[in-house]
Every structure is written in structure tokens, then in C-alpha cells.
């Protein structure tokens, strides 16, 4: 009877720890990888960023005026520039954003000080001396490497305005334009890779009605042209429409129905989503910092959503367009936390973490899966804003964890997508199921393949065994992004935090392994 009851509270006690314990089904995942099996090409695009005029995103961030005692290039940061150009920005969308449809390109270009100072209205209501305007974003993305994404305004302007701001920016030809930007220091036109027509129209950019825009877009779409001669035939800007924030399709059926019978006058070569990772509703309470792992669980979970967003409006798009002519492009998307506190809370400044890492690379490998449709997308936002690349603050810079994922990432842009084969097991906690593991196969110009391998568990690590047919693997080596805990942070004071270190993996007979170290990034190089 004693011992029959010592053996009952034994059962209770392992029972209450297994239960209270994460459930980890599985401890290994192998992957199959055939190098020669071909998917979509996963478009450098993807790896797009956004500059809003918020905050300190522009001013600060990448401008600091020529006079500044920070060390500038005609008043762009230097720092911030080199560090951006490690990773091979292929894309920045500028001005807006909510205020791209309240800008008036004019009020930017000229000498500065007769610039009109304005209301920021869409950030905060702060003074905006119109400093860096149309030739400092063009020296910027020139300094960087990049081409410009620009959104013009639909909500507040008009198709003269915009077509006009076009024309200043890409008319090769004496026009009395193309002249202003001459006496302004630019003889030469500059390229425009983008054009978003509009933002967010359904809301910030005007609260209009799907028809509405549609009849909106097809006049901005007919009448705001590229001169630039460089860019008639080949290298022509892609005009990209607004399309939907919410899951729901309504917006993309009105769209994509029309497109399908568009004629000569007007046409899109991508539509615009919206959706970031906002944990725990509306407004974003989620602390950038000093969370624990159920917060880490709900984030991932949340972002895991994009796949599903993306899924409804393809299904649409393939309907419309089943040869997909036209992208889908998420202009913006990635976490969108509490603002830090004492911080200006329209600023939406926050800290960036390992979490933001590793939803990164979530968003990122999903992008992949999906890239014969999706071939741009672009993080919020660059510097300063939301989950920022790049912190400062006067003279100082700290790179984040998002910063090191991009950089880890350079190698999958324009690589060809290949399928992996394996079972991502499942990590059950605080009533959230997660896979456990995530993977991103893709083979370079060169030949050579990459591997990406998420680790989602926050405790355990991952023994990854890999069968590489289609190649003859010799070797591997790598970089893993990991730190102490799941809302480790790079600061100005302590930056290397969270930082990539190279990882050891052994290829034997054609087979890889290797352990990824809990709540982790990897990127792996297979070498013939
Ligand atoms: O990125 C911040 C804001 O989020 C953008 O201005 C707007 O387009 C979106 O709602």
C-alpha cells in the first residue's frame, strides 16, 4: 500500500514535469537536397529596404547635413554607407510610407536654405527642413549601391505633380526640368528601378474605395512616365499598384480583374502587400526587450502567418494572371513592437533583438518558397524605424541583429531556388505550436549551393544530417547567428552581442552534419 502509493505520487510528479516541460518531438532533422533540382529564381529584390521620413530614419540616420561634425559625404553618413553596402541593398523605397502621400517633391530640391520647412503630418507633426529631398535620395542610394524604389503621391497630389517629379528625375533631354536638376548639381538623369503608385490607399494614403484607386491608378500609371533613355528598353522601372493590408482579397480581385483586360494605356508589373508581425494587436504593445520565451513563441507564430497572407492573394493573382507577369510585391513588412519608452512613441523606435533575427529569416526563407510570384519585398524600415538594419544615435552606430541576418543572406540573392525535403518537427509551448527547424537551399551563379537552417527551439539545439545529391559536396563552412538568450541585443555600449561566428560542419560521403545551436541562423557553404 506504501510503496503502491509512493509510486502514485512519483506518476503525478513525472507527469506535472513532462507537461510543464517543452515537448520536443524531434531532436534531428535531415534534410534532402538534390543540387540539381531548379525552382524560381529568388530575386535580390527581395532584399529590398524601406526609408520613410519618420522619425529618425532619414534625418540622423542617413542625414546629418554636410556641416555636421560626423563624418559625411556631402551629408550622408559615411558610417551608415559603408555598413549598408556590405549588404548589396538592391532596392530602397522612398519617401513613404503614410507620408509618401503627403509629399511635395518640390518643396525638396534647390538650394537648402530656401527650402520651405514643413509639418511632418503623418510622424508626429515635427518640423521637416526638407534637407534631404529628390538629389540627396538619389546620392544616397548612389553612395550605397542601389536602386530607387519611389512611391509617388496619390493620396494629396495630383498626376501632374507626380509625372513632373519624373520628369525632373529621369528627363535626359534639355527640358526646362531636366534643367532645374542640372542648375542643382545632377546633369546627368537619374534611374528609377520602382514606381509605387501611392500607399495604403485603402487608409493612410486617402481611404479610398478599391474602385476608386483602380481608376486612380490606371491615369498615374498612363501619365507618369521614365525618360531616362537608359531605361526604355532594357532596365525599364517596374510601376508597382497599391494592393491589400488584411488577408482578405477584395482589393486584389479589383485589381487583378481589371489588369487581366488592361489595354495599351495603362498596366502594373507588380502589386503592393502590406502586413507586419504585430504580436499582440492593435496598438503594438510587444516589448523589443527584456521578453521571455513566451513572447519569443507568440512573435514567431504571428510571422509564421505571412506564409497563409501571401497564399490568399497568389490564389487570386494566379487567377487573374496565371503566368505571373505581375510580382507580388511586400513593400513592407517585419515587426512592429512597443515603441521604447521616453521615446517619441510616433518615431516607432525600438530595440531590435535576436527574436527580430530570426523572424527575419522566417519571412525571408518564406519569401523564397514563393518566389516565382513574390520578387520584392522590402523590411520596415531601414534605420531608426520599426525593425531598423541600423541603430544611432548622434555619432553612434550599432548594427542589429536584422543587419547581420541580410548580411548572412547576400548569397541567396538572384540564386536559384532548390527544394528541400524534410520534416520540420514541431516545438509545442504555452499552447503554441512551432516547427522547430526551418531550411533554405539555393544555388548560386557560380554553382555553388547555400544552406540556410533556423533553429525556432529556444532551448535545444538541432542535429542536422543533410543528404546532398546532385553535387559532389567536399566541404562546408559557415556562420551561425546565436546569442545568450532569445531578447539579446546589440547596444552602443556592448555591439557585438549578437554577432555571426563561424560554425563547424563535417561533409562525409556525400553527407553533411552539423548542430546548430538553439534559437540560431545559419548559413552554410557547400563546396564542390
Ligand atoms: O512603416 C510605418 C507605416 O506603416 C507606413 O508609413 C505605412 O505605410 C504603414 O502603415
Known amino acids: 500500500m506504501k510503496i503502491g502509493g509512493i509510486r502514485f505520487v512519483l506518476r503525478i510528479c513525472l507527469v506535472l514535469l513532462v507537461s510543464s516541460a517543452p515537448l520536443v518531438t524531434a531532436q534531428n532533422t535531415h534534410l534532402s537536397i538534390d543540387a540539381s533540382k531548379a525552382g ?16 529618425h530614419g532619414l534625418y540622423e ?19 551608415v554607407v559603408t555598413a549598408l553596402r556590405e549588404l548589396k541593398v538592391p532596392n530602397v523605397r522612398w519617401p513613404g510610407g503614410c507620408f509618401g502621400d503627403e ?38 542610394i548612389q553612395q550605397i549601391g542601389s536602386q530607387a524604389y519611389v512611391s509617388v503621391n496619390v493620396g494629396s497630389g495630383t498626376p501632374q505633380e507626380a509625372a513632373e517629379w519624373l520628369e525632373y528625375m529621369t528627363a535626359a533631354q534639355p527640358t526646362a526640368l531636366a534643367k532645374e536638376r542640372t542648375a ?31 481608376s486612380q491608378l490606371k491615369i498615374y500609371s498612363h501619365f507618369v512616365r521614365n525618360d531616362n533613355p537608359a531605361q526604355q528598353s532594357a532596365n525599364q522601372m517596374l510601376k508597382i499598384a497599391v494592393g491589400p493590408g488584411v488577408p482578405e482579397t477584395e482589393w486584389t480581385e479589383t485589381v487583378m480583374k481589371a489588369w487581366e483586360h488592361h489595354d495599351w494605356s495603362w498596366n502594373i508589373d507588380g502589386l503592393s502587400l502590406h502586413w507586419y508581425t504585430v504580436a499582440s494587436g492593435w496598438p503594438p504593445s510587444m516589448p523589443s526587450t527584456g521578453f521571455g520565451i513566451e513572447d519569443y513563441g507568440k512573435t514567431l507564430k504571428s510571422t509564421l502567418f505571412m506564409d497563409e497572407f501571401l497564399r490568399k492573394q497568389e490564389a487570386v493573382m494566379d487567377k487573374y494572371d496565371p503566368q505571373k507577369k505581375v510580382a507580388l510585391v511586400v513593400d513592407e513588412w517585419g515587426a512592429w513592437l512597443a515603441p521604447l519608452p521616453v521615446t517619441n512613441p510616433s518615431f516607432l523606435i525600438q530595440q531590435n533583438s535576436l527574436r527580430d533575427a530570426i523572424l527575419a529569416s522566417l519571412n525571408l526563407n518564406i519569401f523564397a518558397r514563393h518566389a516565382d510570384r513574390v520578387r520584392m519585398a522590402n523590411i520596415a524600415q531601414m534605420i531608426n524605424v520599426l525593425q531598423s538594419m541600423i541603430l544611432t544615435d548622434k555619432e ?6 536584422t543587419y547581420y541576418v541580410y548580411k548572412m543572406y ?23 505550436t512551432l516547427p ?10 557560380s554553382g555553388r549551393v547555400w544552406l540556410e537552417i533556423t533553429n525556432l527551439d529556444p532551448e535545444k539545439p538541432a542535429d542536422i544530417d543533410a543528404d546532398v545529391s546532385g553535387m559532389m559536396v567536399k566541404s562546408a563552412k559557415g556562420e551561425t547567428l546565436t546569442a545568450a538568450a532569445v531578447d539579446s541585443v546589440n547596444t552602443f555600449a556592448a555591439p557585438n552581442s549578437v554577432v555571426p561566428k563561424a560554425v563547424s560542419a563535417s561533409v562525409k560521403g556525400g553527407k553533411l552534419s552539423l548542430t546548430v545551436a538553439p534559437k540560431s541562423v545559419t548559413v552554410i557553404s557547400l563546396e564542390p
Open 40 to 55: 524560381a529564381k529568388i530575386d535580390r529584390n527581395l532584399f529590398g529596404q524601406f526609408a520613410e521620413n519618420l522619425g
Open 61 to 79: 540616420g542617413i542625414w546629418v547635413g554636410p556641416d555636421s561634425s560626423i563624418p559625411n559625404t556631402r551629408g550622408i553618413r559615411k558610417d
Open 103 to 140: 509629399y511635395h517633391w518640390r518643396k525638396g530640391v534647390g538650394p537648402a536654405a530656401q527650402r520651405p520647412a514643413t509639418l511632418n503630418s503623418a510622424w508626429g507633426g515635427v518640423v521637416d527642413t526638407n534637407s534631404f529631398g529628390t538629389d540627396e535620395f538619389m546620392d544616397f
Open 184 to 214: 542643382n548639381g545632377h546633369p546627368e538623369a537619374y534611374k528609377v528601378g520602382f514606381l509605387g503608385i501611392g500607399n495604403e490607399s485603402w487608409g493612410c494614403g486617402g481611404n479610398m474605395a478599391p474602385d476608386y484607386y483602380l
Open 396 to 401: 553612434k552606430m550599432v548594427l542589429t541583429p
Open 410 to 432: 547576400v548569397p541567396f540573392q538572384d540564386a536559384t531556388f532548390i527544394p528541400i525535403d524534410f520534416d520540420p518537427g514541431s516545438l509545442h509551448r504555452d499552447g503554441i
Open 436 to 445: 522547430r527547424v526551418d531550411a533554405l537551399a539555393a544555388k548560386d551563379a
